[in-house]
């Protein structure tokens, strides 16, 4: 009898698992993150700098994001489309935005949202072992310049041959992006960064600023290759 009971409570709890997993699964889906967030403006436009597009997606959502662009000896940018309505979420902007520019790809990398072109960008794989820096929120482009005068990154500049890791924008002296610029206070803050790739320690970074992004510019005009980082504040 003690064999039938066990076996009829055994049978019982395997066939309420798979129940109990279907109904976490659909919990855990129905929580919304950082790209469910809704934009709170149309977003209607044709043949504009891909840079200046993505950031008015990102406006007023309170994301950060990191984009990359190329150009040749032109120095002519990556220009694109977009057509999306108020109250569309941040993926489904994301997703129109890369699928009026096929040469791009986008992802949501530590709550940062990051636009890319096809196949990357091989000096943001550069790995850092350690990064330590104090600052303020407002001095992101100081943090920047330091991480691309690491030594992993020169000598990964030179295998590539790039030449470059200049810095210019916001936080940091140059002619950056600032669509909607406003005064701010500096928040003192720690930064503290380990085994990760420049792209994600561009993402950390950017994360402590108020608000806006990095934008990663390569520079391929006959062989000569050159690369600029700007900060870009919406």
Not at 22 to 37: H, N, R
Request: charged share 20%; glycine share 14%.
């Amino acid at each position: 009898m003690r064999y039938f009971v066990g076996l009829f409570i055994s049978i019982l709890i395997s066939s309420a698992w798979p129940i109990a997993t279907q109904q976490l699964d659909v919990a855990q889906a129905s929580i919304p993150g950082p790209a469910d967030i809704r934009i709170n403006h149309d977003v209607l436009v044709e043949d504009q700098r891909l840079g200046f597009i993505f950031l008015g997606v990102l406006h007023g959502t309170g994301l950060h994001g990191g984009f990359v662009e190329r150009t040749g000896c032109s120095g002519v940018l990556p220009k694109g489309r977009l057509q999306i309505n108020q109250g569309a979420t941040v993926r489904q902007a994301m997703d129109a935005l890369v699928a009026a520019n096929p040469g791009y790809q986008w992802e949501l990398k530590d709550d940062v949202v990051n636009l890319m072109p096809r196949g990357g960008a091989p000096l943001l794989d550069t790995r850092i072992a350690k990064f330590q820096m104090d600052a303020t929120g407002l001095a992101v482009g100081a943090v920047l310049q330091d991480l691309l005068r690491l030594p992993e990154v020169r000598e990964r500049e030179a295998a590539l041959g790039l030449k470059g890791g200049i810095h210019a924008g916001p936080g940091g002296g140059g002619g950056g992006i600032e669509i909607h610029p406003v005064p701010r206070k500096p928040v003192p803050v720690h930064v503290n960064l380990q085994n990760l790739s420049l792209q994600e320690a561009f993402n950390k970074v950017v994360g402590i600023s108020p608000d806006g992004g990095w934008i990663y510019r390569e520079t391929d005009c006959n062989g000569a290759k050159t690369y600029i980082v700007e900060m870009a504040s919406d």
